[in-house]
T-cell receptor
């Protein structure tokens, strides 16, 4: 079992839909959780950062962490064609010198 | 520069040849990471440099892979005797501080797309 599991999709939704992206993980020591967005032929860019459990909202994006279930989610409201990209979850167990562990990424297409 | 710069953006090489990939991080970023992204495999950690500390090489897949960071800035990833399975996008990232405690996260370059034929 990989440390971080993420459904690769592809996921296709109509414009305006609510999108739910998810990751599960096996290491209960993970405390830092991030979502990155990657456009085609570009490097990933940080979208959301969450420490420990709870919710965090930023505009149309909401990140949720449920440590008891080892499950994290990213919700996108009122999805736009410009949201079409690959979304990668990433996490780590400390704030020190430990590189992030990434999921495989979910490819999202928002159709106008 | 304003972002992380990687060169070349694309590289096609023959099996058995050596290649060097370059990463120029954001000025002032003390941490530098190399990841490999293969189709359907996600981002695979390769190596991590933090300041003057010894690099974390735990992700390097074989002794054909090596990396160095000169003067705490530019880094070069070298792959010797390339194999077809080395074909992937090699991504470099830098951050202000090491690890996940940095809320600014990593800033990635656009990657080098390596094709071994």
């Amino acid at each position: 079992q990989k440390e971080v599991e993420q459904d690769p999709g592809p996921l296709s939704v109509p414009e305006g839909a609510i999108v739910s992206l998810n990751c599960t993980y096996s290491n209960s020591a993970f405390q830092y959780f991030m979502w990155y967005r990657q456009y085609s032929r570009k490097g990933p860019e940080l979208l959301m950062y969450t420490y420990s459990s709870g919710n965090k909202e930023d505009g149309r994006f909401t990140a949720q962490v449920d440590k008891s279930s080892k499950y994290i989610s990213l919700f996108i409201r009122d999805s736009q064609p410009s949201d079409s990209a690959t979304y990668l979850c990433a996490m780590s167990w400390n704030s020190g010198n430990t590189p992030l562990v990434f999921g495989k990424g979910t490819r999202l297409s928002v159709i106008a | 520069g304003a972002g992380v710069s990687q060169s070349p953006s694309n590289k096609v090489t023959e099996k058995g040849k050596d290649v060097e990939l370059r990463c120029d991080p954001i000025s002032g970023h003390t941490a530098l990471y190399w990841y490999r992204q293969s189709l359907g495999q996600g981002l695979e950690f390769l190596i991590y440099f933090q300041g003057n500390s010894a690099p974390d090489k735990s992700g390097l897949p074989s002794d054909r892979f090596s990396a160095e960071r000169t003067g705490g800035s530019v880094s070069t990833l070298t792959i010797q005797r390339t194999q077809q399975e080395d074909s992937a996008v090699y991504l470099c990232a830098s951050s202000l501080a090491g690890g996940a405690g940095n809320t600014y996260g990593y800033t990635f370059g656009s990657g080098t797309r390596l094709t071994v034929v």
